[in-house]
């Protein structure tokens, strides 16, 4: 027997997690996180729920991680709270980890740096780490040899002819499984939605460079710090164009010297980097800001740049801001409302929309058909995407002339299990509960808790003090009511007076040696409450006997 569970990427964008196993080992693939679509809860993150591999962490081998981007390494250190394992990944993407570790108190966890090619024993399994092109450097497809057969993850992909500086990455080590026979191919569903295939990065490092020979002041680009080819790009961009680059985001300033000291950005490129401080030294047409912010996060560099609460950096006439990303469904608003500020303040500004400095680091549809050609394997599962993504990769897929009994659409919990190379089925689904983490991992919060949280801040809170006789129950005094976040308690005082006498009279009706006399408080004022508002506050009816 073999298994495929999937813990998180699979109908969601982000949180990838996958668990390989037999009867006596397991192999996990990525440990990510997801960020909340809205902070306004105090949800920092989003991660896996481990409780299954908790179940069967004494057979797990190994972690083996694709690339360093969030939703793949992410939620690694809350990971290692709960097992212990071989973690294996690339010299970038465990670069990045070792810098989360530390932050977490972990720094001296073992990392195994794998090199393409190189083969790794776990367990049962065989592992080989094939390199792949996406948004960030050093990406790692997996091929797994199993006791039934090869199966084969992408990851994130794409298939970049001209990528940048000429570092093509073929389809070739793919290819040569396919010849040998591949069971299984999981492969990314995240923009099967797009016909054709993307834009080269040479073609965008031409567009972006276009704009900067034009730019008459400060060149402001904006772009995601684990995008470390783009911004190599921009350095080698300032080096031509006499300008010297200075870094604003934290994450930028933790991972380009971490890209330099790697070797991902030569030293002679890294040349015109300067301290963020001696800005004021350099002249607005010989500097370029490298920042954080293009999906106007809130706090980030561009963010507080647009609205002039940046420390350092003003947005001047005529200065040139780029935004290097595509808008993140979700963000819209927010990146709506950074561009019209920055327009305010006379900055020509450039994004995907009006200008191709961006292309996504995830394979369109040309491209996927291609990997499936590839791999020509017998069966297939489309992994990364929300449900839709992973129905048309399928139908993708069926129209490569894999068998429809054979590609399967499998929602996170949902495992694929594998009785032998002919009989595949979907197992029963588990119930996975979504970790929401804040404090910086300090807590885990339970969704009960996230639910409490909605509520407050949809209908508010009412507290009502009863002070009783211990023995005869009966109230002493009468009630004290304290309302947060339900309407302006000076406005509705009559209110509240009606309130104090409505809830005198059901305590005293209620006075007695009742267990339910603090329910039967919260029943009736909740629903006085909403005869008033049209809602239901939550009521917390204190009660004291003396
Ligand atoms: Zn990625």
Same mark, same amino acid.
Request: hydrophobic share 40%.
């Given at each position: 027997?073999?298994?495929?569970?999937?813990?998180?990427?699979?109908?969601?964008?982000?949180?990838?997690?996958?668990? +390989?196993?037999?009867?006596?080992?397991?192999?996990?693939?990525?440990?990510?996180v997801?960020?909340p679509?809205?902070?306004?809860?105090? /949800?920092?993150?989003?991660?896996?729920?481990?409780?299954?591999?908790?179940?069967?962490?004494?057979?797990?081998?190994?972690?083996?991680?694709? *690339?360093?981007?969030?939703?793949?390494i992410?939620?690694?250190?809350?990971?290692l709270?709960?097992?212990?394992?071989?973690?294996?990944?690339?010299?970038?993407? !465990?670069? !990045?980890?070792?810098?989360?570790?530390? &932050? *977490?108190?972990?720094?001296?966890?073992?990392?195994?740096?794998?090199?393409?090619h190189? !083969?790794?024993?776990?367990?049962?399994?065989?592992?080989?780490?094939?390199?792949?092109?996406?948004?960030i450097?050093?990406?790692?497809?997996?091929?797994?040899?199993?006791?039934?057969?090869?199966?084969?993850?992408?990851? %994130?992909?794409?298939?970049?002819?001209h990528?940048?500086?000429g570092?093509?990455?073929t389809?070739?080590?793919?290819?040569?499984?396919?010849?040998?026979?591949?069971?299984?191919?999981?492969s990314?569903?995240?923009? /099967?939605?797009r016909?054709?295939?993307?834009? =080269?990065?040479?073609?965008?490092?031409?567009e972006?460079?276009?704009?900067?020979?034009?730019?008459?002041?400060? +060149?402001?680009?904006?772009?995601?710090?684990?995008?470390?080819?783009?911004?190599?790009?921009?350095?080698?961009?300032?080096?031509?164009?006499?300008?010297?680059?200075?870094?604003?985001?934290?994450?930028?300033?933790?991972?380009?010297p971490?890209?330099?000291? &790697?070797?991902?950005?030569?030293?002679?490129?890294?040349s015109?980097l300067?301290?963020?401080d001696?800005? %004021?030294?350099?002249?607005?047409?010989?500097t370029m800001?490298?920042?954080?912010?293009?999906?106007? &996060?809130?706090?980030?560099?561009l963010?507080?740049?647009?609205?002039?609460?940046?420390?350092?950096?003003?947005?001047?006439?005529?200065?040139?801001?780029?935004?290097?990303?595509?808008?993140? $469904?979700?963000?819209?608003?927010?990146?709506?409302?950074?561009?019209?500020?920055?327009?305010?303040?006379?900055?020509?500004?450039?994004?995907?929309?009006v200008?191709d400095?961006?292309?996504?680091?995830?394979?369109?549809?040309?491209?996927l058909?291609?990997?499936?050609?590839? /791999?020509?394997?017998?069966?297939?599962?489309?992994?990364?995407?929300?449900?839709?993504?992973?129905?048309?990769?399928?139908?993708?897929?069926?129209?490569?002339?894999?068998?429809?009994?054979?590609?399967?659409?499998?929602?996170?919990?949902?495992?694929? #299990?594998?009785?032998?190379?002919?009989?595949?089925?979907?197992?029963q689904?588990?119930?996975?509960?979504?970790?929401?983490?804040?404090? &910086?991992?300090?807590?885990?919060?339970?969704?009960?808790?996230?639910?409490?949280?909605?509520?407050?801040?949809?209908?508010?809170?009412?507290?009502?003090?009863?002070?009783?006789d211990?023995?005869?129950?009966?109230?002493? =005094?009468?009630?004290?009511?304290?309302?947060?976040?339900v309407?302006?308690e /000076?406005?509705?005082?009559?209110?509240?007076?009606?309130?104090?006498?409505?809830?005198?009279?059901?305590?005293?009706?209620?006075?007695?040696?009742?267990?339910?006399?603090?329910?039967?408080?919260?029943?009736q004022?909740?629903?006085?409450?909403?005869?008033?508002?049209?809602?239901? $506050?939550i009521?917390?009816p #204190?009660?004291?006997?003396?």
């Open positions: 027997m073999l298994q495929i569970t999937p813990l998180g990427g699979l109908g969601q964008i982000g949180m990838n997690m996958m668990v +390989i196993e037999t009867a006596q080992d397991a192999l996990i693939i990525d440990c990510g997801m960020f679509e809205s902070k306004n809860l105090g /949800v920092d993150l989003i991660i896996p729920d481990f409780s299954y591999l908790q179940k069967i962490k004494h057979k797990v081998r190994a972690l083996l991680l694709t *690339h360093g981007h969030e939703d793949h992410g939620a690694v250190p809350f990971l709270n709960h097992l212990q394992t071989k973690i294996y990944g690339s010299r970038f993407t !465990l670069a !990045l980890l070792k810098h989360k570790l530390t &932050e *977490h108190g972990k720094s001296k966890t073992k990392l195994h740096v794998v090199q393409p190189e !083969l790794i024993q776990a367990g049962c399994f065989k592992i080989e780490f094939l390199q792949v092109t996406h948004s450097v050093d990406g790692m497809g997996i091929a797994i040899q199993t006791p039934m057969g090869t199966m084969i993850h992408t990851a %994130d992909f794409k298939l970049d002819d990528p940048y500086h570092r093509s990455i389809l070739q080590k793919f290819k040569e499984y396919g010849k040998k026979g591949v069971l299984l191919l999981m990314d569903s995240t923009n /099967v939605e016909e054709g295939k993307a834009l =080269s990065e040479t073609k965008i490092a031409h972006i460079e276009k704009i900067c020979k034009t730019a008459k002041k400060k +060149i402001i680009f904006s772009v995601f710090a684990t995008n470390i080819r783009r911004i190599e790009q921009m350095f080698e961009i300032a080096l031509r164009l006499n300008r010297k680059v200075v870094l604003s985001g934290r994450s930028l300033e933790t991972n380009v971490i890209a330099i000291q &790697e070797g991902f950005i030569s030293k002679k490129a890294a015109v300067m301290d963020l001696d800005l %004021d030294a350099l002249e607005p047409k010989k800001i490298i920042c954080t912010g293009s999906q106007a &996060e809130e706090r980030s560099a963010a507080r740049i647009a609205i002039r609460e940046h420390r350092l950096i003003q947005v001047e006439k005529e200065d040139c801001v780029i935004l290097s990303s595509r808008f993140i $469904p979700g963000n819209e608003k927010a990146i709506s409302d950074l561009l019209n500020n920055l327009c305010r303040q006379g900055a020509d500004v450039y994004y995907d929309k200008a400095v961006h292309v996504s680091g995830h394979a369109h549809a040309s491209e058909r291609r990997m499936i050609g590839a /791999v020509k394997p017998k069966y297939f599962l489309p992994v990364h995407g929300e449900y839709r993504h992973l129905v048309r990769h399928s139908k993708l897929a069926q129209g490569m002339k894999i068998k429809k009994e054979n590609v399967f659409v499998c929602e996170n919990g949902e495992p694929l #299990i594998f009785h032998d190379v002919n009989r595949v089925q979907k197992g689904k588990m119930n996975l509960e979504r970790v929401f983490v804040e404090n &910086e991992g300090l807590d885990d919060l339970k969704l009960d808790v996230i639910r409490n949280r909605k509520k407050l801040s949809f209908s508010g809170i009412v507290f009502v003090c009863l002070v009783r211990k023995k005869t129950k009966k109230l002493l =005094s009468p009630p004290y009511i304290w309302t947060m976040g309407f302006d /000076v406005q509705h005082a009559a209110f509240l007076k009606k309130a104090h006498h409505y809830i005198f009279q059901v305590a005293d009706q209620y006075a007695g040696p009742s267990t339910d006399f603090s329910e039967e408080v919260r029943l004022t909740r629903r006085f409450f909403k005869r008033k508002t049209g809602k239901k $506050p009521v917390k #204190i009660v004291i006997d003396i």
